[in-house]
Protein backbone atom coordinates (compact mmCIF):
# COMPACT_ATOMS: atom_id res chain seq x y z
CA UNK A 1 0.00 0.00 0.00
CA UNK A 2 3.60 2.00 0.52
CA UNK A 3 3.47 1.54 -3.28
CA UNK A 4 -0.09 3.13 -3.73
CA UNK A 5 0.57 5.96 -1.58
CA UNK A 6 3.73 7.13 -3.62
CA UNK A 7 1.79 6.17 -7.11
CA UNK A 8 -0.74 8.64 -6.16
CA UNK A 9 2.13 11.35 -5.18
CA UNK A 10 3.72 11.29 -8.44
CA UNK A 11 0.28 11.67 -10.50
CA UNK A 12 -0.69 14.46 -7.93
CA UNK A 13 2.98 16.11 -8.91
CA UNK A 14 1.69 15.21 -12.96
CA UNK A 15 -1.46 17.04 -11.93
CA UNK A 16 -0.25 19.94 -10.15
CA UNK A 17 2.78 21.23 -12.59
CA UNK A 18 -0.11 21.87 -15.23
CA UNK A 19 -2.85 23.48 -13.00
CA UNK A 20 -1.52 24.76 -9.04
CA UNK A 21 -4.81 25.36 -7.57
CA UNK A 22 -6.17 23.33 -4.71
CA UNK A 23 -9.43 22.09 -6.17
CA UNK A 24 -12.46 22.27 -2.85
CA UNK A 25 -14.48 19.34 -5.13
CA UNK A 26 -13.67 16.62 -7.54
CA UNK A 27 -16.62 15.39 -9.91
CA UNK A 28 -16.80 11.85 -11.91
CA UNK A 29 -18.72 12.13 -14.93
CA UNK A 30 -20.89 8.86 -16.06
CA UNK A 31 -22.00 7.69 -18.97
CA UNK A 32 -23.06 10.12 -21.75
CA UNK A 33 -22.78 12.71 -18.77
CA UNK A 34 -19.64 15.10 -20.00
CA UNK A 35 -21.50 18.03 -21.02
CA UNK A 36 -21.54 19.66 -16.90
CA UNK A 37 -17.81 20.63 -18.48
CA UNK A 38 -19.19 23.24 -20.52
CA UNK A 39 -19.92 24.81 -17.41
CA UNK A 40 -16.45 25.12 -16.21
CA UNK A 41 -14.31 28.00 -16.81
CA UNK A 42 -11.35 25.48 -18.27
CA UNK A 43 -7.64 26.39 -16.87
CA UNK A 44 -6.53 22.77 -17.78
CA UNK A 45 -7.16 20.14 -19.65
CA UNK A 46 -5.10 16.74 -18.51
CA UNK A 47 -4.97 13.68 -20.72
CA UNK A 48 -5.02 10.75 -18.74
CA UNK A 49 -2.46 9.30 -20.64
CA UNK A 50 -0.38 12.03 -19.43
CA UNK A 51 -1.15 11.30 -15.81
CA UNK A 52 1.54 8.83 -14.32
CA UNK A 53 -0.24 5.32 -13.26
CA UNK A 54 -3.56 6.00 -14.57
CA UNK A 55 -4.94 2.66 -16.65
CA UNK A 56 -6.00 3.41 -20.19
CA UNK A 57 -9.80 3.75 -20.71
CA UNK A 58 -11.77 1.86 -23.24
CA UNK A 59 -15.23 2.52 -21.89
CA UNK A 60 -17.76 3.28 -24.50
CA UNK A 61 -18.78 6.99 -23.69
CA UNK A 62 -15.38 7.86 -21.59
CA UNK A 63 -13.04 9.90 -22.88
CA UNK A 64 -9.82 9.90 -20.15
CA UNK A 65 -9.52 13.57 -19.89
CA UNK A 66 -8.86 15.58 -16.78
CA UNK A 67 -10.90 18.86 -16.72
CA UNK A 68 -9.50 21.54 -14.01
CA UNK A 69 -10.90 25.26 -13.73
CA UNK A 70 -13.58 26.56 -11.67
CA UNK A 71 -17.12 25.87 -11.27
CA UNK A 72 -19.02 29.10 -10.78
CA UNK A 73 -15.88 30.61 -9.20
CA UNK A 74 -15.23 27.47 -7.19
CA UNK A 75 -12.09 25.21 -7.88
CA UNK A 76 -12.93 22.28 -9.37
CA UNK A 77 -11.29 19.05 -11.17
CA UNK A 78 -13.71 16.65 -13.25
CA UNK A 79 -13.02 13.36 -14.65
CA UNK A 80 -14.34 12.80 -17.73
CA UNK A 81 -14.30 9.03 -18.24
CA UNK A 82 -13.49 6.62 -15.42
CA UNK A 83 -12.45 3.47 -14.98
CA UNK A 84 -14.78 -0.02 -14.68
CA UNK A 85 -14.13 -3.55 -13.39
CA UNK A 86 -15.46 -5.03 -16.08
CA UNK A 87 -12.54 -3.52 -18.35
CA UNK A 88 -10.32 -5.54 -16.42
CA UNK A 89 -9.16 -3.09 -13.75
CA UNK A 90 -9.12 -4.22 -10.35
CA UNK A 91 -11.75 -2.38 -7.65
CA UNK A 92 -8.23 -0.36 -6.39
CA UNK A 93 -7.36 0.70 -9.67
CA UNK A 94 -10.92 1.84 -10.65
CA UNK A 95 -10.51 4.60 -7.99
CA UNK A 96 -7.19 5.42 -8.21
CA UNK A 97 -8.92 9.26 -9.62
CA UNK A 98 -10.32 9.80 -6.27
CA UNK A 99 -7.05 8.96 -4.40
CA UNK A 100 -5.54 11.46 -6.51
CA UNK A 101 -8.87 14.29 -5.85
CA UNK A 102 -8.12 13.77 -2.63
CA UNK A 103 -4.19 14.15 -2.38
CA UNK A 104 -5.07 17.17 -4.91
CA UNK A 105 -6.92 18.62 -1.74
CA UNK A 106 -10.48 18.00 -2.77
CA UNK A 107 -12.79 17.63 0.32
CA UNK A 108 -15.75 16.79 -1.31
CA UNK A 109 -16.66 14.20 -4.56
CA UNK A 110 -19.55 14.51 -6.55
CA UNK A 111 -20.14 11.11 -8.81
CA UNK A 112 -22.58 10.49 -11.38
CA UNK A 113 -23.31 7.27 -13.43
CA UNK A 114 -26.26 6.10 -15.74
CA UNK A 115 -28.12 3.33 -14.29
CA UNK A 116 -31.26 0.76 -14.96
CA UNK A 117 -34.32 1.93 -12.47
CA UNK A 118 -35.86 -1.31 -10.89
CA UNK A 119 -38.13 0.79 -9.22
CA UNK A 120 -40.95 0.91 -11.04
CA UNK A 121 -42.18 4.93 -10.08
CA UNK A 122 -38.62 5.69 -11.95
CA UNK A 123 -38.79 7.09 -15.36
CA UNK A 124 -36.25 7.08 -18.47
CA UNK A 125 -34.40 10.49 -18.02
CA UNK A 126 -35.11 10.86 -14.07
CA UNK A 127 -32.58 11.40 -11.88
CA UNK A 128 -31.95 9.81 -8.54
CA UNK A 129 -29.68 10.69 -5.49
CA UNK A 130 -27.92 8.08 -4.42
CA UNK A 131 -29.30 7.41 -1.03
CA UNK A 132 -27.31 4.08 0.08
CA UNK A 133 -25.53 1.80 -2.14
CA UNK A 134 -25.17 -2.04 -2.27
CA UNK A 135 -21.16 -3.80 -2.88
CA UNK A 136 -22.59 -6.82 -5.22
CA UNK A 137 -19.01 -6.35 -7.55
CA UNK A 138 -16.94 -9.39 -5.42
CA UNK A 139 -14.21 -7.06 -4.65
CA UNK A 140 -13.23 -4.22 -3.30
CA UNK A 141 -10.68 -1.47 -3.20
CA UNK A 142 -9.80 -1.75 0.42
CA UNK A 143 -8.14 -4.92 0.11
CA UNK A 144 -4.87 -5.54 0.99
CA UNK A 145 -2.36 -4.14 3.46
CA UNK A 146 -4.20 -0.82 4.70
CA UNK A 147 -2.21 2.11 4.66
CA UNK A 148 -3.07 4.06 7.73
CA UNK A 149 -2.35 7.63 6.07
CA UNK A 150 -4.66 7.12 3.60
CA UNK A 151 -7.55 5.60 5.92
CA UNK A 152 -8.72 3.42 8.12
CA UNK A 153 -8.49 -0.31 7.98
CA UNK A 154 -12.79 -1.21 8.75
CA UNK A 155 -14.29 2.26 7.53
CA UNK A 156 -17.45 3.22 8.73
CA UNK A 157 -20.20 2.74 6.01
CA UNK A 158 -23.30 3.67 8.00
CA UNK A 159 -24.02 6.85 5.54
CA UNK A 160 -21.47 7.12 2.72
CA UNK A 161 -23.47 9.74 1.51
CA UNK A 162 -23.15 12.78 3.05
CA UNK A 163 -26.74 14.21 4.12
CA UNK A 164 -26.54 17.42 3.96
CA UNK A 165 -24.98 17.93 0.49
CA UNK A 166 -28.29 15.10 -0.23
CA UNK A 167 -30.80 17.65 1.39
CA UNK A 168 -28.96 20.81 -0.49
CA UNK A 169 -29.41 18.53 -4.04
CA UNK A 170 -33.03 17.77 -2.89
CA UNK A 171 -33.81 21.65 -2.56
CA UNK A 172 -32.30 22.74 -5.66
CA UNK A 173 -34.53 19.96 -7.49
CA UNK A 174 -37.68 21.49 -5.19
CA UNK A 175 -37.11 25.06 -6.50
CA UNK A 176 -36.10 24.16 -9.99
CA UNK A 177 -39.37 22.26 -10.25
CA UNK A 178 -38.03 18.67 -11.11
CA UNK A 179 -38.25 15.53 -9.95
CA UNK A 180 -35.42 13.94 -8.10
CA UNK A 181 -35.89 10.77 -6.46
CA UNK A 182 -33.78 9.30 -3.84
CA UNK A 183 -32.87 5.72 -3.44
CA UNK A 184 -30.50 2.71 -3.20
CA UNK A 185 -27.72 1.84 -5.73
CA UNK A 186 -26.59 -1.45 -6.79
CA UNK A 187 -23.29 -2.07 -8.70
CA UNK A 188 -22.49 -5.57 -10.59
CA UNK A 189 -19.98 -6.16 -12.02
CA UNK A 190 -21.18 -6.84 -15.71
CA UNK A 191 -20.51 -5.82 -18.69
CA UNK A 192 -23.73 -7.88 -19.48
CA UNK A 193 -26.88 -6.40 -18.72
CA UNK A 194 -28.66 -7.98 -15.85
CA UNK A 195 -31.33 -10.91 -16.59
CA UNK A 196 -34.81 -10.69 -15.60
CA UNK A 197 -34.12 -12.73 -12.49
CA UNK A 198 -31.29 -10.53 -11.88
CA UNK A 199 -33.54 -7.76 -11.88
CA UNK A 200 -35.82 -8.99 -9.43
CA UNK A 201 -32.86 -10.30 -7.21
CA UNK A 202 -31.90 -6.48 -7.31
CA UNK A 203 -35.02 -5.25 -6.60
CA UNK A 204 -35.62 -7.88 -3.64
CA UNK A 205 -32.75 -6.87 -1.84
CA UNK A 206 -33.53 -2.89 -1.74
CA UNK A 207 -32.13 -1.96 -4.90
CA UNK A 208 -33.98 0.75 -6.59
CA UNK A 209 -31.34 1.20 -9.30
CA UNK A 210 -28.72 -0.52 -10.82
CA UNK A 211 -25.05 0.03 -12.68
CA UNK A 212 -21.59 -1.09 -13.05
CA UNK A 213 -19.40 1.80 -11.52
CA UNK A 214 -19.41 4.10 -8.66
CA UNK A 215 -19.40 1.86 -5.80
CA UNK A 216 -15.60 1.13 -5.28
CA UNK A 217 -15.06 5.09 -6.27
CA UNK A 218 -17.65 6.28 -3.03
CA UNK A 219 -15.36 3.22 -1.29
CA UNK A 220 -12.25 5.15 -1.55
CA UNK A 221 -13.71 8.28 -1.01
CA UNK A 222 -14.99 7.31 2.55
CA UNK A 223 -11.42 5.61 3.67
CA UNK A 224 -10.33 8.85 2.57
CA UNK A 225 -12.57 11.13 4.84
CA UNK A 226 -14.39 12.99 1.56
CA UNK A 227 -18.07 13.99 1.92
CA UNK A 228 -19.91 12.42 -1.27
CA UNK A 229 -22.68 13.32 -3.20
CA UNK A 230 -23.88 10.65 -5.75
CA UNK A 231 -26.38 11.05 -8.62
CA UNK A 232 -27.60 8.20 -11.14
CA UNK A 233 -29.49 9.27 -14.03
CA UNK A 234 -31.91 6.71 -15.07
CA UNK A 235 -31.46 5.71 -18.84
CA UNK A 236 -33.46 2.25 -19.03
CA UNK A 237 -35.99 0.91 -16.86
CA UNK A 238 -35.72 -2.52 -16.09
CA UNK A 239 -39.64 -3.72 -15.31
CA UNK A 240 -38.57 -7.78 -15.58
CA UNK A 241 -42.43 -8.61 -16.42
CA UNK A 242 -42.09 -6.52 -19.14
CA UNK A 243 -38.48 -6.41 -20.28
CA UNK A 244 -37.25 -4.95 -23.34
CA UNK A 245 -33.58 -4.77 -25.12
CA UNK A 246 -31.13 -2.72 -23.88
CA UNK A 247 -28.21 -1.11 -25.96
CA UNK A 248 -25.42 1.03 -24.78
CA UNK A 249 -26.06 3.89 -27.58
CA UNK A 250 -29.75 3.81 -26.02
CA UNK A 251 -28.06 4.50 -22.49
CA UNK A 252 -25.87 7.06 -23.68
CA UNK A 253 -28.65 8.86 -25.42
CA UNK A 254 -30.99 8.70 -22.32
CA UNK A 255 -28.13 9.88 -19.99
CA UNK A 256 -27.82 13.16 -22.00
CA UNK A 257 -31.67 13.79 -21.75
CA UNK A 258 -30.78 14.74 -18.05
CA UNK A 259 -27.83 16.32 -18.51
CA UNK A 260 -29.51 19.79 -17.60
CA UNK A 261 -30.81 18.62 -14.21
CA UNK A 262 -27.77 17.25 -13.47
CA UNK A 263 -25.69 19.82 -14.53
CA UNK A 264 -28.15 22.53 -11.88
CA UNK A 265 -27.74 20.19 -8.80
CA UNK A 266 -23.83 19.67 -9.33
CA UNK A 267 -23.36 23.26 -9.69
CA UNK A 268 -25.37 24.48 -6.81
CA UNK A 269 -24.17 21.39 -4.45
CA UNK A 270 -20.58 22.78 -5.48
CA UNK A 271 -20.77 26.76 -4.79
CA UNK A 272 -22.36 25.60 -1.69
CA UNK A 273 -19.64 24.05 -0.03
CA UNK B 1 -8.34 -10.00 -27.04
CA UNK B 2 -6.43 -10.67 -30.27
CA UNK B 3 -5.10 -13.07 -28.41
CA UNK B 4 -8.55 -14.69 -27.68
CA UNK B 5 -9.25 -14.62 -32.00
CA UNK B 6 -6.26 -16.59 -32.61
CA UNK B 7 -6.81 -18.92 -29.71
CA UNK B 8 -10.28 -19.60 -31.13
CA UNK B 9 -8.53 -19.78 -34.83
CA UNK B 10 -5.94 -22.36 -33.40
CA UNK B 11 -8.53 -24.26 -31.90
CA UNK B 12 -11.38 -24.65 -34.54
CA UNK B 13 -8.38 -25.58 -37.08
CA UNK B 14 -7.14 -28.64 -34.92
CA UNK B 15 -10.68 -29.45 -35.10
CA UNK B 16 -11.81 -29.03 -38.61
CA UNK B 17 -8.35 -30.88 -39.29
CA UNK B 18 -10.00 -34.02 -38.35
CA UNK B 19 -13.34 -33.36 -39.14
CA UNK B 20 -14.67 -31.33 -42.02
CA UNK B 21 -18.37 -30.76 -41.46
CA UNK B 22 -19.89 -27.59 -40.08
CA UNK B 23 -22.12 -27.96 -36.99
CA UNK B 24 -25.39 -27.17 -36.16
CA UNK B 25 -25.06 -26.71 -32.97
CA UNK B 26 -22.97 -27.32 -30.05
CA UNK B 27 -23.52 -29.56 -27.21
CA UNK B 28 -22.53 -29.36 -23.40
CA UNK B 29 -22.98 -32.40 -22.02
CA UNK B 30 -22.55 -32.27 -17.67
CA UNK B 31 -22.04 -34.18 -14.80
CA UNK B 32 -23.50 -37.46 -15.63
CA UNK B 33 -25.24 -36.76 -18.77
CA UNK B 34 -22.67 -37.93 -21.43
CA UNK B 35 -24.58 -41.00 -22.30
CA UNK B 36 -25.81 -38.73 -25.42
CA UNK B 37 -22.27 -39.25 -26.40
CA UNK B 38 -22.79 -42.59 -27.30
CA UNK B 39 -25.62 -42.11 -29.67
CA UNK B 40 -23.35 -39.26 -32.22
CA UNK B 41 -23.20 -41.40 -34.97
CA UNK B 42 -19.94 -41.77 -37.22
CA UNK B 43 -18.34 -40.30 -34.69
CA UNK B 44 -15.02 -38.24 -34.65
CA UNK B 45 -13.45 -38.58 -30.82
CA UNK B 46 -11.12 -35.75 -30.24
CA UNK B 47 -9.04 -35.32 -26.62
CA UNK B 48 -8.61 -31.97 -25.64
CA UNK B 49 -5.30 -32.19 -24.71
CA UNK B 50 -4.91 -32.48 -28.65
CA UNK B 51 -7.02 -28.69 -29.41
CA UNK B 52 -4.71 -26.06 -28.50
CA UNK B 53 -5.47 -23.47 -25.63
CA UNK B 54 -8.54 -26.20 -24.38
CA UNK B 55 -8.35 -26.71 -20.74
CA UNK B 56 -8.24 -30.59 -19.11
CA UNK B 57 -11.16 -31.55 -17.84
CA UNK B 58 -10.58 -32.78 -13.82
CA UNK B 59 -13.91 -32.97 -12.76
CA UNK B 60 -15.98 -36.11 -11.21
CA UNK B 61 -17.72 -38.51 -14.07
CA UNK B 62 -16.39 -35.52 -16.88
CA UNK B 63 -14.24 -37.14 -19.89
CA UNK B 64 -12.83 -34.79 -21.47
CA UNK B 65 -12.86 -34.86 -25.01
CA UNK B 66 -15.01 -33.61 -28.09
CA UNK B 67 -16.95 -35.83 -30.14
CA UNK B 68 -18.03 -34.76 -33.99
CA UNK B 69 -20.88 -36.39 -35.52
CA UNK B 70 -24.37 -36.53 -36.45
CA UNK B 71 -27.29 -37.03 -33.97
CA UNK B 72 -30.97 -37.55 -35.94
CA UNK B 73 -29.09 -36.82 -38.97
CA UNK B 74 -27.87 -33.65 -37.49
CA UNK B 75 -24.43 -32.41 -37.79
CA UNK B 76 -23.31 -31.36 -34.18
CA UNK B 77 -19.96 -30.96 -31.73
CA UNK B 78 -20.45 -32.28 -28.43
CA UNK B 79 -18.62 -31.65 -25.34
CA UNK B 80 -18.25 -34.81 -23.30
CA UNK B 81 -16.75 -32.88 -20.16
CA UNK B 82 -16.65 -29.46 -19.16
CA UNK B 83 -14.92 -27.06 -17.23
CA UNK B 84 -15.74 -24.97 -14.01
CA UNK B 85 -14.41 -22.15 -12.07
CA UNK B 86 -13.79 -24.43 -9.16
CA UNK B 87 -11.08 -26.47 -10.83
CA UNK B 88 -9.15 -22.94 -11.10
CA UNK B 89 -9.90 -22.44 -14.69
CA UNK B 90 -10.88 -18.62 -15.48
CA UNK B 91 -14.16 -17.88 -17.03
CA UNK B 92 -12.14 -16.46 -20.32
CA UNK B 93 -10.64 -20.34 -20.30
CA UNK B 94 -14.01 -22.10 -19.34
CA UNK B 95 -16.08 -20.57 -22.17
CA UNK B 96 -13.35 -20.96 -24.96
CA UNK B 97 -15.09 -23.85 -26.44
CA UNK B 98 -18.46 -21.89 -27.00
CA UNK B 99 -16.27 -19.91 -28.99
CA UNK B 100 -15.03 -22.58 -31.08
CA UNK B 101 -18.13 -23.80 -31.66
CA UNK B 102 -19.58 -20.76 -32.69
CA UNK B 103 -15.94 -20.30 -35.58
CA UNK B 104 -17.09 -24.10 -36.30
CA UNK B 105 -20.27 -22.56 -37.70
CA UNK B 106 -22.74 -23.48 -34.99
CA UNK B 107 -26.35 -21.32 -34.87
CA UNK B 108 -27.51 -22.81 -31.46
CA UNK B 109 -25.89 -23.78 -28.14
CA UNK B 110 -27.44 -27.16 -26.07
CA UNK B 111 -26.26 -26.91 -22.35
CA UNK B 112 -27.17 -29.65 -19.96
CA UNK B 113 -26.17 -30.03 -16.35
CA UNK B 114 -26.58 -31.10 -13.00
CA UNK B 115 -28.40 -28.98 -10.43
CA UNK B 116 -29.72 -29.20 -7.01
CA UNK B 117 -33.46 -28.16 -6.56
CA UNK B 118 -34.57 -25.71 -4.57
CA UNK B 119 -38.06 -25.08 -5.48
CA UNK B 120 -40.21 -27.35 -3.36
CA UNK B 121 -42.39 -28.87 -6.30
CA UNK B 122 -39.29 -30.55 -8.16
CA UNK B 123 -38.15 -33.61 -7.64
CA UNK B 124 -34.54 -35.47 -7.61
CA UNK B 125 -34.67 -36.92 -11.35
CA UNK B 126 -37.34 -33.91 -12.49
CA UNK B 127 -35.56 -31.68 -15.78
CA UNK B 128 -35.74 -27.74 -15.73
CA UNK B 129 -35.90 -25.84 -18.60
CA UNK B 130 -33.47 -22.87 -17.92
CA UNK B 131 -36.16 -19.91 -18.82
CA UNK B 132 -33.33 -17.39 -17.00
CA UNK B 133 -30.69 -17.45 -14.77
CA UNK B 134 -28.41 -15.47 -12.35
CA UNK B 135 -24.59 -15.05 -12.00
CA UNK B 136 -23.18 -15.00 -8.93
CA UNK B 137 -19.83 -16.60 -9.42
CA UNK B 138 -18.57 -13.32 -8.73
CA UNK B 139 -16.96 -12.99 -12.29
CA UNK B 140 -18.03 -12.77 -15.85
CA UNK B 141 -16.12 -13.77 -19.17
CA UNK B 142 -15.98 -10.69 -20.48
CA UNK B 143 -14.35 -8.84 -18.25
CA UNK B 144 -11.77 -7.16 -20.03
CA UNK B 145 -11.17 -4.99 -23.13
CA UNK B 146 -14.21 -6.21 -25.91
CA UNK B 147 -13.19 -7.33 -29.03
CA UNK B 148 -15.68 -6.00 -31.06
CA UNK B 149 -15.55 -8.76 -33.67
CA UNK B 150 -16.59 -11.16 -31.49
CA UNK B 151 -19.85 -9.33 -29.74
CA UNK B 152 -20.85 -6.46 -28.08
CA UNK B 153 -19.47 -4.55 -25.08
CA UNK B 154 -22.85 -4.70 -23.59
CA UNK B 155 -24.88 -7.57 -24.20
CA UNK B 156 -28.46 -7.60 -23.66
CA UNK B 157 -29.70 -10.08 -21.45
CA UNK B 158 -33.62 -9.88 -21.54
CA UNK B 159 -33.84 -13.48 -22.39
CA UNK B 160 -30.48 -15.40 -22.66
CA UNK B 161 -32.57 -18.25 -23.58
CA UNK B 162 -34.14 -18.68 -26.64
CA UNK B 163 -37.92 -18.56 -25.49
CA UNK B 164 -38.90 -20.44 -28.57
CA UNK B 165 -37.02 -23.32 -27.78
CA UNK B 166 -38.01 -23.16 -24.00
CA UNK B 167 -41.44 -23.36 -25.38
CA UNK B 168 -40.39 -26.14 -28.13
CA UNK B 169 -38.92 -28.64 -25.26
CA UNK B 170 -42.38 -28.02 -23.33
CA UNK B 171 -44.33 -29.53 -25.91
CA UNK B 172 -42.20 -31.94 -26.45
CA UNK B 173 -42.28 -33.19 -22.76
CA UNK B 174 -45.96 -32.88 -22.87
CA UNK B 175 -46.48 -35.13 -25.71
CA UNK B 176 -44.03 -37.62 -24.45
CA UNK B 177 -45.88 -37.50 -20.93
CA UNK B 178 -43.22 -36.29 -18.48
CA UNK B 179 -42.56 -32.91 -16.04
CA UNK B 180 -40.48 -30.81 -17.85
CA UNK B 181 -40.12 -27.59 -15.21
CA UNK B 182 -39.44 -23.54 -16.13
CA UNK B 183 -37.13 -21.90 -13.75
CA UNK B 184 -34.64 -19.94 -13.39
CA UNK B 185 -31.51 -21.08 -12.17
CA UNK B 186 -28.51 -19.44 -10.21
CA UNK B 187 -24.82 -20.45 -11.02
CA UNK B 188 -22.54 -19.74 -7.75
CA UNK B 189 -18.54 -20.71 -7.68
CA UNK B 190 -18.27 -23.93 -5.53
CA UNK B 191 -17.02 -26.11 -5.23
CA UNK B 192 -18.16 -26.42 -1.31
CA UNK B 193 -22.26 -27.66 -1.61
CA UNK B 194 -24.37 -24.52 -0.16
CA UNK B 195 -25.22 -24.37 3.39
CA UNK B 196 -28.84 -24.42 4.70
CA UNK B 197 -28.57 -20.20 5.28
CA UNK B 198 -26.89 -19.98 1.32
CA UNK B 199 -30.57 -22.39 -0.13
CA UNK B 200 -32.19 -19.74 1.85
CA UNK B 201 -30.73 -16.82 0.53
CA UNK B 202 -30.81 -18.56 -3.28
CA UNK B 203 -34.31 -19.42 -2.68
CA UNK B 204 -35.15 -15.28 -1.30
CA UNK B 205 -33.48 -14.08 -4.55
CA UNK B 206 -35.69 -15.75 -6.98
CA UNK B 207 -34.76 -18.75 -7.60
CA UNK B 208 -35.31 -22.28 -8.52
CA UNK B 209 -32.03 -24.42 -9.08
CA UNK B 210 -28.53 -24.06 -8.16
CA UNK B 211 -25.46 -25.33 -9.80
CA UNK B 212 -21.72 -24.59 -10.35
CA UNK B 213 -21.88 -23.93 -14.13
CA UNK B 214 -23.61 -22.88 -17.87
CA UNK B 215 -23.90 -19.70 -16.59
CA UNK B 216 -20.43 -18.33 -18.44
CA UNK B 217 -20.95 -20.67 -20.99
CA UNK B 218 -24.40 -19.06 -21.62
CA UNK B 219 -22.98 -15.01 -21.25
CA UNK B 220 -20.43 -16.15 -24.10
CA UNK B 221 -22.94 -17.98 -26.31
CA UNK B 222 -25.22 -14.42 -26.17
CA UNK B 223 -22.30 -12.64 -26.35
CA UNK B 224 -21.41 -14.06 -29.78
CA UNK B 225 -25.36 -14.38 -30.83
CA UNK B 226 -26.13 -18.23 -30.99
CA UNK B 227 -29.41 -19.35 -29.64
CA UNK B 228 -28.96 -20.83 -26.80
CA UNK B 229 -31.57 -23.54 -25.23
CA UNK B 230 -30.73 -25.03 -21.67
CA UNK B 231 -31.33 -27.83 -19.27
CA UNK B 232 -31.01 -28.42 -15.56
CA UNK B 233 -31.29 -32.34 -14.15
CA UNK B 234 -32.27 -31.74 -10.71
CA UNK B 235 -29.97 -34.58 -8.83
CA UNK B 236 -30.92 -33.65 -5.39
CA UNK B 237 -33.36 -31.73 -3.55
CA UNK B 238 -31.74 -28.83 -1.04
CA UNK B 239 -34.46 -27.60 1.02
CA UNK B 240 -32.70 -26.25 3.86
CA UNK B 241 -35.20 -27.24 6.58
CA UNK B 242 -34.86 -31.03 5.47
CA UNK B 243 -31.25 -31.01 4.66
CA UNK B 244 -29.68 -34.30 4.04
CA UNK B 245 -25.52 -34.65 3.01
CA UNK B 246 -25.23 -35.07 -0.83
CA UNK B 247 -23.46 -37.91 -1.89
CA UNK B 248 -21.72 -37.26 -5.56
CA UNK B 249 -21.60 -41.07 -6.33
CA UNK B 250 -26.18 -40.26 -5.51
CA UNK B 251 -26.43 -37.06 -7.44
CA UNK B 252 -24.47 -39.18 -10.79
CA UNK B 253 -26.73 -41.86 -10.29
CA UNK B 254 -30.00 -39.85 -10.74
CA UNK B 255 -28.55 -37.54 -13.24
CA UNK B 256 -28.06 -40.85 -15.73
CA UNK B 257 -31.29 -41.90 -14.55
CA UNK B 258 -32.76 -38.60 -16.02
CA UNK B 259 -31.11 -39.20 -19.74
CA UNK B 260 -34.18 -40.38 -21.31
CA UNK B 261 -35.90 -37.17 -20.69
CA UNK B 262 -33.08 -35.21 -21.59
CA UNK B 263 -32.29 -36.94 -24.72
CA UNK B 264 -35.91 -36.74 -26.39
CA UNK B 265 -35.75 -32.75 -25.16
CA UNK B 266 -32.08 -32.09 -26.83
CA UNK B 267 -33.40 -34.45 -29.59
CA UNK B 268 -36.21 -32.35 -30.32
CA UNK B 269 -34.87 -28.89 -29.89
CA UNK B 270 -32.12 -29.76 -32.11
CA UNK B 271 -34.50 -31.65 -34.96
CA UNK B 272 -36.04 -28.14 -34.33
CA UNK B 273 -33.24 -25.94 -35.22
CA UNK B 274 -32.46 -28.67 -38.00
CA UNK B 275 -36.15 -27.98 -39.28
CA UNK B 276 -35.51 -23.92 -39.59
CA UNK B 277 -33.51 -23.94 -42.86
Known amino acids: MLQLASQIDVAATAVRERWPTVPRAAIILGSGLGGLTEEISVEATIEYSDIPHFPHVSALGHRGLLVCGTLDGVPVIAFQGRFHLYE ?5 RASLPVRLAHRLGA ?16 QVGDVMLIEDQINLMFDNPLIGINDEELGPRFPDMSAPY ?12 RRENFVLHQGVYVAMLGPTYETRAEYRMVKQLGGDAVGMSTVPEVLVARHEGMRVL ?3 TITNVCSPDALGETSGDEVIAAAGTADGKLTTIVRGVVTGL | MLELHD ?22 LGTGLGGLAEQIESPTVIDYEQIPH ?17 LEGVPIVAMEGRFHQYEGYSLKKITLPVRVMKALGAETLLVTHAVGGMNPQYQPGDVMIIDDQINLMGDNPLVGINDDQLGPRFPDMSAPYTPELCEVAQEIARRENFVAHRGVMVAVTGPNLETRAEYRFLRMIGTDVVGMSTVPEVIVAVHCGLRVFGL ?6 CLPD ?15 SAEPKLRALVLGVLSHEASRG
Do not use: Y
Not at chain 2, 232 to 237: P, R, Y
Open chain 2, 54 to 70: FPTSTAVSHRGQLVCGR
Open chain 2, 7 to 28: QIEAAADAIREEWDETPRAGII
Open chain 1, 162 to 173: DRELMQTAAEIA
Open chain 2, 232 to 237: SVVTDM
Open chain 2, 242 to 256: SLKPAVVEEIVAVAN
Open chain 1, 107 to 122: EALVVSNAAGGVNPRF
Open chain 1, 88 to 92: GHDAQ
Open chain 1, 230 to 232: GLS
